[in-house]
């Protein structure tokens, strides 16, 4: 099968940085704003760079998921993600070489389809390929421990 290669898509934001810890992002003509908290000379007004990463994986893993079910026309909704990652602070600290920021990250799906069990593994299959941040994640070393609990309807 010849892969063609599909123009890239650009993907602009612009940032503030009005103070050493916030910074204020547009995008689309959206707004969000990124904060450290006061412990580390941040305001509290938002969430952090990391926080604000693992956010994005929730969204995407959202996204994506749907859309794969989408495509193969299997009724799914997500009723809520929960993620945790590990943070291993000691590159930030200077303490130690961390090539792996976050080594391990727990995700949590609760979802309710009209679909089978395997339309379910066959959705999770191509979202570990598809979604971007996840991708990312695992392509930089960490390892995402998924945990779905799905109702059937």
């Known amino acids: 099968m010849k892969v063609t290669q599909k123009p890239l898509i ?3 934001l612009e940032g503030r940085c009005p103070t050493m810890s916030l910074t204020e992002v547009r995008v689309r003509g959206h707004s969000f704003v990124i904060d450290e908290p006061p412990y ?3 305001t509290d007004v938002g969430p ?3 926080e ?3 956010g994005a ?3 995407c893993t959202n996204v994506i998921a749907r859309r794969i079910a989408h495509e193969l026309g299997v009724d799914l909704k997500i009723d809520g993600i929960e993620v945790i990652g590990m943070l291993d602070h000691r590159g930030i600290d200077q303490e130690a070489d961390v090539p792996v920021p976050f080594p391990t990250i727990d995700l949590k799906v609760k979802a ?3 679909g089978t069990e395997a339309d379910m593994a066959e959705i999770r299959r191509q979202l570990n390929l598809r979604c971007p941040m996840s991708v990312i994640l695992r392509q930089a070393g960490s ?3 998924e945990d779905w609990t799905v109702s059937y309807r």
């Open 10 to 12: 650009r993907v602009a």
């Open 40 to 42: 580390r000379h941040g």
């Open 48 to 50: 952090t760079p990391l």
């Open 52 to 54: 604000t990463m693992l």
């Open 57 to 59: 994986l929730v969204g």
């Open 112 to 114: 309710t389809t009209g």
């Open 143 to 145: 390892t995402i421990n």
